[in-house]
């Protein structure tokens, strides 16, 4: 690389950027809390107030509730708080729009001051405070918004920046504005990282932090900032032990974070725009290698969509209480994808201190939103915090903290005699041996009439015990995490609940092709980099499990799940046969938000037509445990001349069609310009017929007719989730998305879920 375009350049002096460098952000908000959660440049002891408002949000009221915390330093000039502001006389209630402010100084200065007077705006409103609703009583207005996958570079327009479009239009309107916004997984990504972004987050970590952490290798050690972008596959394989780039693709990991500053500054650079420079070096002269040079380009035209409207997704996040779960990417991808992966990357120094370093960052950057009481004052988060700061002052030297700070991550030690990481029983499989101070990334939230519980499927799987089973795909909830994420969650029955929603990062059905393959590649033993293991149907009682956990108590659920890169909808019917009743999940999956694929693309047209999914039909037996797949229309007969005996239970599966898209009159946010540091692609010279032919297909493929398929979304997308609760219940997902056809504008398509049981399937079927 070379050496004459240092990152620094590109960055602003410390003393020209603003307080904020990131946020606000709201947080975890209920009738008697809201937590929001910035990151600035400098040290403040801040007051959040929240106020009622007048005349449709436009006139600030009296203030209701106040708050106040001391921000957490974690680098010479990066400061980070979710400070909580709780009730004082009176509850928040429904039907009402809400205004909040920071103070510092004893409060006579406004820190969203600052940004008042910028060219970033954060409130839809003349007062410029940004404002929020609770989730209203009635659920035919409750409005949720969901997604994940969020890649820089990934293909595709950066669809995220829709929650400034949907807040926008309703801003007004405390029934109509969206009340709830899910990111269910993959905020950041610390593998597949695109060179320009590692390129950038050094430079950031090296301008807010003031120091680079030495990495620890089996022999020694290595400063983050002698690996250089584009450089990092061999190390992150040999030192590392991880497995993105095992499928032959050393790209994934050319540029893999690992340093502390590294994971910060990705999650700086993903939420703010304040960080981001005017423009990015060319790729000339950046390499020398022409390849290497080609690659950098591509790289930092495909960012472009994701960088040029951050304006609009930080006031997107100021103005929506936003809630997300633990997931792969926000480490690295395969992140306790099994046994096999955990012993290869915990036992070697530079796997674990990369996942401590990434779980870390997890900790300050999302759980602590999250769930604030975990890290209030006197808490084993509180603690964390404290720790995080003394191991920054130290410039990531002082190890003994950094081996503290496992404790409340849920960060196994090693076993001193093997090096390998400590596992302990859980019934019939293995679970980490964590420390009780492990602080939980699961958690619930309640109002009136809906209930969200989101689950963390990540840290806490079941491992098969056999000593050959390394490669075998986990219980993606061991049986104590069953007891302590689900039914006890479940237990607490509400009477006032009428919506039940789980969020999971992973689908309980994907598309068949996905799963044959997938069978495939666990035949052959190649599970690394194509998330063999991470769906619930590879461990079928563990599927079957948490189906009876969920339909033993509720009879309607909403699953809400991203990571697949397509959005769908899919209604599963589950009975007992000792109960005339059925349980209905509708699992509403909404992804990429930035992470189009050609294959999900292809999936998303009139092609997969040709392949639809078929309606499909299990049947269950508990003593002994026996899964059985028959035709969806089967009679039982058979079965019982074989067994002479009912199951137990059984469900149905059938994928919901998606309905025609629909124009929306929203504006293009930003315009299609090529910004400075872009540069477009040398033109291909084409003669007459291949024109012709190129334009033939170019038409095709744009054409509204074959986009509009029967099944899936393959478009990067953003969807938002609504209620019609009468007589009859049904929920609704409208999924956004960028059509090809038309450049600047967005449609969106529905999906539409009856959760009326359907009748219990009979013997004579």
Known sequence: ????????????????????????????????????????????????????????????????????????????????????????????????????????????????????????????????????????????????????????????????SYIDNLVLESASLPAERPHQLFLTGDQIYGDDVADPILWLAQGVSQLLLGWSEDLPLMSGTISSADLLPGRRTTIAEMEGGLTAMLKDTPEEAKSHLMSFGEYVAAYLLAWSPILIPASFPTGKSMFKDNKKARRWQKEVEDIHSFVSDLNYVRRGLANIPVYTICDDHDISDDWYLNREWCDLVLSKPLGKRTIQNGLLAYSLFQAWGNTPQHFAGGTRGDKLLQLASDWCASKGQDELIKTECDRYLG???NNPATGLPQFKSDQNVLIFERDSLAIPWHYTISSSKHEVIVLDTRTWRGYPTGEDDGLKPPMLLSPQAFKQQLAIPLSQNNPEIEATIIVLPTNLVALGLIDRIQQFELSRDRVFNSDVGDSWNFHESAFAQLLLTICQQRRRVVILSGDIHYSCAVRLSHWYHDSAEGTVLAQLTSSAIKNSEVAARLAHTKLKSLFPERTKRWLGWDRPFNLKRVAA?????????????????????????????????????????????YSAASPIILNLWQRFVATLIYWFWRNPWLQEGAEVIGRNNLSLIRFEWSTSKTVIQETYWHPPWNNTGTVKSCYEVSLEADPLPGIKN
């Open 1 to 160: 690389m070379n050496q004459t375009q240092p990152v620094l350049k590109y960055l602003p002096n410390i003393k020209d950027l603003p307080l904020i460098l990131a946020g606000p952000i709201l947080r975890h908000t209920e009738s008697d809390s809201v937590t929001v959660w910035l990151a600035l440049k400098e040290s403040r002891s801040l007051c959040l107030k929240i106020y009622e408002t007048e005349k449709d949000g436009t006139t600030v009221g009296k203030q209701i509730f106040t708050g106040t915390r001391n921000t957490v330093q974690l680098g010479k000039h990066l400061h980070v708080v979710a400070v909580t502001a709780q009730a004082e006389t009176s509850k928040l209630q429904p039907n009402k729009i809400y205004a909040y402010n920071i103070y510092c100084d004893n409060n006579h200065y406004s820190l969203l001051d600052d940004i008042k007077t910028s060219r970033y705006s954060l409130s839809y409103f003349p007062h410029q405070l940004p404002t929020f609703s609770l989730s209203p009583d009635d659920l035919n207005e409750l409005k949720i918004i969901h997604g994940s996958c969020r890649k820089p570079h990934g293909g595709g327009k950066d669809t995220l």
């Open 633 to 677: 229309s089967a009679s039982l007969q058979k079965y019982l001349n074989s067994s002479n005996s009912l199951p137990d239970w059984q469900y149905r599966v059938e994928w919901c069609k998606r309905q025609p898209a629909q124009s929306l009159p929203w504006q293009e946010l930003s315009p299609e310009l090529t910004p400075q540091g």
């Open 411 to 413: 960060i196994p030690q």
